[in-house]
């Protein structure tokens, strides 16, 4: 029987090791493994840092390590984090006056609670190991009082201004430097093109709020067009919308398919849908690419009825290969590049263009449930 207990404990740790590659794989293409590992790493140099004097303070002197991770180390990690100031996109220099909001407190918990569920197994002896994060009352109550306080903590973002910063988002003259600038600083064709997908990036996700991650999965096969019916103009007006296809943002990983529109707009230098039609033609009119085959593949069983076509991999935005899509450091390179030559000075890169979706539909009416369905 203990060589039986050993070999079971020993598949048991062998099918946690798979759970935890198959978690890292689901997070390698977007910013939040990266987030979360960041939070973890915040909160080990943090723990290991102060809880001397913590423990000091109270006369303990055993030697309590960060992990595991308990809600009673977080709720101290969190107290720090609800009174520390704001630092500089890119720097350790804090900006006075600023205070963090409820979506980085929670994103704090999210991070956290993920490393615990991932460990439990190590700690099944523990019952502090099975419990989860928000179901003790001292955690659940950090949450709770900061969302209170949270009308506060936008008062406090006039230091943003003092700082220099009037708005951390596009404004509709960013949007049309950027874009006159990608239409006019190229010169080879290699830039051109690179230039126009660029540009059609830009505002591919302005029109739609996309989050970076979710504009670098589009793929060809995403776009379709339909009509959308105008009953404030006429009963039978319509309005052509170029449709897009979403099932792997990161509000939805249970590959529901959401559909998302664009319509052309009035200023030329802002219109999502001729920024693409731009790139395509230097895609095939610029590098010369030839016209993918559109015969099916019925020999492929995992495309079913309709066969395979191998421009269905073809991803939108893509970097070197087009069955692949950009990555995360190519998209936030050339997005950087891009504030820098206009003069842009917001926080955010990739997901820059969200924010200004965001704000643009809440200047126009849109309920926050509205606006909190766009993007993906």
């Known amino acids: ?124 002896q523990d019952p502090e190991a099975q419990k989860k994060l928000r179901d003790d009352a001292r955690i659940s109550e950090i949450e709770r009082s900061v969302r209170h306080n949270e009308p506060r903590c936008n008062e406090t973002a006039n230091a943003l201004k003092a700082g220099g910063t009037s708005s951390d988002a596009y404004t509709p003259q960013d949007l049309q430097k950027c874009s006159l600038w990608c239409l006019s600083t190229s010169r080879t064709a290699d830039q051109v093109f690179l230039h126009l997908r660029d540009r059609a990036m830009l505002l591919v996700s302005a029109g739609t709020a996309f989050r970076g ?48 529109g664009l319509i052309r707009h009035r200023l030329v230098k802002l219109c999502p849908v001729g920024a693409l039609a731009w790139y395509f033609w230097a895609y095939f009119h610029v590098l010369s690419k030839p016209m993918p085959d559109f015969t099916p593949d019925f020999n492929d069983k995992e495309f079913g009825e309709f066969g395979r076509r191998d421009w269905y991999s073809y991803h939108l935005f893509y970097g070197k290969d087009i069955s692949k899509g950009m990555t995360y450091e190519n998209h936030h390179q050339r997005m950087k590049h891009m504030h820098l030559e206009n003069d842009i000075s917001i ?30």
């Open 1 to 124: 029987m203990p060589a039986d207990s050993a070999a079971f404990e020993r598949l048991e740790m062998e099918s946690h090791s798979l759970h935890l590659e198959l978690s890292t794989c689901l997070h390698a293409d977007t910013t939040t493994g990266a987030k979360y590992q960041a939070i973890y790493n915040n909160y080990i140099k943090w723990w290991a840092a102060n809880a001397p004097d913590l423990l000091a303070k109270h006369e303990i002197e055993a030697v309590i390590p960060a992990l595991l991770i308990t809600a009673m180390k977080v709720s101290f990690f969190l107290q720090h984090e609800i009174t520390r100031e704001k630092r500089k996109h890119g720097s350790n220099e804090t900006i006075a006056g600023s205070s963090l909001g409820m979506s980085h407190i929670s994103g704090v918990i999210n991070a956290l609670e993920k490393n615990c569920k991932n460990f439990e197994h190590m700690y099944k």
């Open 213 to 260: 991650d979710s504009t670098r999965n589009l793929e060809w096969s995403d776009l379709f067009i339909t009509q959308a019916p105008m009953p404030d103009i006429s009963p039978d007006s319509q309005l052509q919308v170029l449709g897009i296809l979403s099932d792997n943002a990161k509000h939805n990983q249970q590959g529901r398919v959401d559909e998302h």
């Open 347 to 376: 926080s955010k890169v990739t997901h820059a263009s969200r924010h200004y979706g965001a704000q643009n539909t809440r200047s126009y009416g849109a309920s926050i449930a509205s606006t909190k369905a766009m993007g993906g």
